[in-house]
């Protein structure tokens, strides 16, 4: 993940200012990757530290350690009003080991607006040697007085490829790094998620849709897959399964997914079969019921079988 934030704009812009010598006392990193802004954040901190990778500074940040870099909230802890409390009374006292201290704040767009307005002064005139670096996946809940008195840095989502190089750095030759970085929307701890693991649930929920070839089995799995939390994921994987195996009616090579969907459909299902489940990612928006959703779906490309079938 280092490199991929290495090579944003917004960590360019720090680290000019840093060598400039015009850092400013309070800044907000925003970056929808929730997953991955503490570790996007301790990277930017080594930047307002001057750290060089591999030194002592760098590798005491990493792990928390240094005491005039703070990481807030703490542990399992939520940033309350008693920690913007303590972190008040703490920025009173001189930095420990250097000439500044810093203070950390991962997923401030959770802070409440008291907690925000009581770090507003200190925020504001901070005493001396004192900065703030703020972490938000998005900065809507920020008020906007908050914003106004930080210096805003944005990480915008990052392209497939630039995922997908990420991905392969991570776990070289991962089965699903490619399929990964193209559905996680730009965010790495999307694609880190579904290449780790989740995209093969992902596939096993889609392959078990693409060959319900009953009623029976239809209803069975549209109660099965009501309630997962990759909807969209399985709809799109649902409908490239079906383009593949259309496709290797032409080509005749078929893995073993294409082979299976093959099975149970004749090639004017499966170009319905691939139509109808791109339509339903539309669908989806508006859709609440996912059960009915993928039923009907379902529903449908048995029905249209059938009706080939009695050609």
Same mark, same amino acid.
């Given at each position: 993940?280092?490199?991929?934030?290495?090579?944003?704009?917004?960590?360019?812009?720090?680290?000019?200012?840093?060598? %400039?010598?015009?850092?400013?006392?309070?800044?907000?990193?925003?970056?929808?990757?929730?997953? =991955?802004?503490?570790?996007?954040?301790?990277?930017?901190?080594?930047?307002?530290?001057?750290?060089?990778?591999?030194?002592?500074?760098?590798?005491?940040?990493?792990?928390?350690?240094?005491?005039?870099?703070?990481?807030?909230?703490?542990?399992?802890?939520?940033?309350?009003?008693?920690?913007?409390?303590?972190?008040?009374?703490?920025?009173?006292?001189?930095?420990?080991?250097?000439?500044?201290?810093?203070?950390?704040?991962?997923?401030?767009?959770?802070?409440?607006?008291?907690?925000?307005?009581?770090?507003?002064?200190?925020? %504001?005139?901070?005493?001396?040697?004192?900065?703030?670096?703020?972490?938000?996946?998005?900065?809507?809940?920020?008020?906007?007085?908050?914003?106004?008195?930080?210096?805003?840095?944005?990480?915008?989502?990052?392209?497939?490829?630039?995922?997908?190089?990420?991905?392969?750095? %991570?776990?070289?030759?991962?089965?699903?790094?490619?399929?990964?970085? %193209?559905?996680?929307?730009?965010?790495?701890?999307?694609?880190?998620?579904?290449?780790?693991?989740?995209?093969?649930?992902?596939?096993?929920?889609?392959?078990?849709?693409?060959?319900?070839?009953?009623?029976?089995?239809?209803?069975?799995?549209?109660?099965?897959?009501?309630?997962?939390?990759?909807?969209?994921?399985?709809?799109?994987?649902?409908?490239?399964?079906?383009?593949?195996?259309?496709?290797?009616?032409?080509?005749?090579?078929?893995?073993?997914?294409?082979?299976?969907?093959?099975?149970?459909?004749?090639? =004017?299902?499966?170009?319905?079969?691939?139509?109808?489940?791109?339509?339903?990612?539309?669908?989806?928006?508006?859709?609440?019921?996912?059960?009915?959703?993928?039923? =009907?779906?379902?529903?449908?490309?048995?029905?249209?079988?059938?009706?080939?079938?009695?050609?």
């Amino acid at each position: 993940m280092e490199q991929l934030i290495k090579s944003t704009a917004a960590y360019k812009i720090l680290c000019g200012e840093a060598k %400039e010598g015009r850092l400013a006392h309070s800044y907000m990193l925003v970056f929808a990757d929730g997953a =991955n802004m503490r570790a996007a954040l301790k990277i930017f901190a080594k930047v307002i530290f001057c750290c060089k990778d591999g030194d002592k500074l760098s590798g005491k940040i990493d792990r928390e350690t240094y005491p005039d870099c703070k990481i807030y909230p703490q542990g399992d802890k939520k940033f309350t009003v008693e920690a913007v409390s303590d972190l008040i009374a703490d920025s009173a006292l001189k930095p420990t080991e250097g000439s500044k201290k810093l203070y950390v704040i991962s997923g401030f767009e959770e802070c409440s607006a008291v907690v925000q307005n009581k770090l507003l002064k200190v925020l %504001e005139e901070p005493p001396e040697g004192i900065c703030f670096l703020l972490g938000a996946s998005t900065a809507a809940p920020v008020l906007p007085t908050i914003k106004s008195r930080v210096h805003m840095l944005e990480i915008p989502p990052f392209t497939a490829d630039e995922i997908y190089a990420a991905l392969e750095r %991570e776990r070289p030759y991962g089965g699903y790094n490619r399929r990964a970085a %193209e559905s996680c929307g730009g965010i790495l701890g999307a694609a880190q998620s579904l290449a780790g693991g989740a995209f093969a649930e992902i596939n096993s929920a889609a392959l078990e849709l693409c060959t319900a070839t009953t009623y029976e089995k239809a209803g069975e799995l549209s109660l099965k897959y009501a309630d997962s939390k990759y909807k969209k994921q399985i709809i799109a994987e649902a409908e490239r399964l079906f383009f593949t195996a259309l496709k290797t009616t032409v080509t005749g090579a078929a893995d073993y997914d294409s082979q299976q969907i093959c099975k149970a459909w004749n090639k =004017n299902t499966l170009i319905f079969a691939a139509e109808s489940y791109g339509r339903a990612q539309a669908d989806l928006k508006f859709n609440a019921y996912f059960s009915a959703l993928i039923y =009907n779906l379902m529903l449908g490309v048995i029905q249209e079988n059938d009706k080939w079938l009695k050609l």
